[in-house]
């Protein structure tokens, strides 16, 4: 007999016996516990997934219980933001194309490359079933957090660019064996992979140079949607698998933008919309009727924290809720750090308590959880320096939008919704969003987290061919607003300043 032990978002954890062989979401869902299904355990929809202390995350309809299992269940908010993404997706046929007669049993692989963290989704295009989750961080953190100080690498150290090429190359092979190894597959099964990303890292995982992107007028080598065979690019795959990376628009607004935004189906009444994803960078659309435009802004890593003193990613033990009551962490352990959306509230409160002036002024580090209380055995702390940082990201966040509603011809009362892309947006919350001023307060109803986008549309890409006329629409009809040439950026730049 196993124990599954469950810790939820509230209340103590809980523990039952499951039999050895067991389905995971039968065995939860016969407990009582309710996990959104909407492809009712077929594994197509990739909407079960839960977080495992040994694995990772799973699918809880594809995940056979082998032993003692330790399970955090998705809090109500990340159900919300599944059932949000499953509703609000195209939806394709499988039809991946030619490469699945290369193997008997073919699979596929769609790879979101962001800044910070590597998402790979599984598919068997046999059962039709997405069947395994993996998310890694980015083994390029190391030579930097932004896609500026990495290109940098590459300009000082004339191996930089090969570096970084093998260290993704590395971690994503090594994550493709493991889930061969688990489920009795060899490289040759693997078919078809596509790529999601930010423009850098897709040159990075191509092996192009990246330095024209630091300097203006921040031309990148490709743009156009590139395709590979599985031993060009030494994957551990077939050596003919199908290799797609798809489109960019410009230096700054990647493929993870493309593919997120070609994913994203709004509802009928949805006609003018912005979707924001506020990564390592901030890029941002508007769609109207009329036009659709876009642009990045040099945010920097505010929003994932990586430049805050304190700061981490959104991953267990950061601190990624405040109030006046307290700090609330991710998986409710004892703190280690501060996230983007902890940030965020952290400040607001106190912007509300009048500890941070409207210019943005904090006189003393404000401690958010003493030495005593947190994970590492040292105080984690707020900063004016930290203060700074994020009130410089988010005016030039604001700036950015500002000059998108300007050139379509329109206000912020005109937009339906706002679209929240990546992890920020998931756990972010829309009260300190507009206190700090990141986002206008009209947006307030009008907020939806939307998960990650850009891994969407990777899935979606792998799944059918049919996606590529879904992208090629956004390319076509998606105009590039080049902001550090706008004459008018640096004036909504300096208004967005102040709280
Ligand atoms: S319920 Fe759809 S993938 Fe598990």
New binding site residues.
Partial sequence: MAILKLIGETGPPLSFNADPGANL?DVLTRNGIE???????????????IRTRNQGIV????HTITGDEEIILPSALEASILEFQHNHTFKYPVNPGECTQLSESPYGVAIDIGTTTIVLYFFDFSRE??VYISSILNPQQKYGADVISRINHCIQDAGGLATLHSELIRAINHQIRRFLSEHGLEEKDIVKVTFTGNTTMLHFLLKEDARSIAFAPYQPGFTQEQHRTGAELELASHNHAFIKVLPSISGYVGADIVAGLAALKPEDQIKTYLFIDLGTNGELALVTPDRHLCCATAAGPAFEAANISCGMAAVKGAISGYTEKGYQTIADVPPLGLCGSGLMDVISVLLDAGSISPTGELEQDFVIAPAADSGSGEAIRLTPADVRELQLAKAAVAAGISILLKSAGIDAASVDAVYLAGGFGNYIKKESAIRTGLLDQSFFEKIFPIGNASGTGALVALKSADFDSRVNSVLEQMQYIELSSDPDFITEYAMNMSF
């Fill in positions: 979401l996990i959104y299904a909407p492809c009712g355990g077929n594994g197509t929809c990739g909407k079960c997934r699918l809880a309809c594809q079933s997405l």
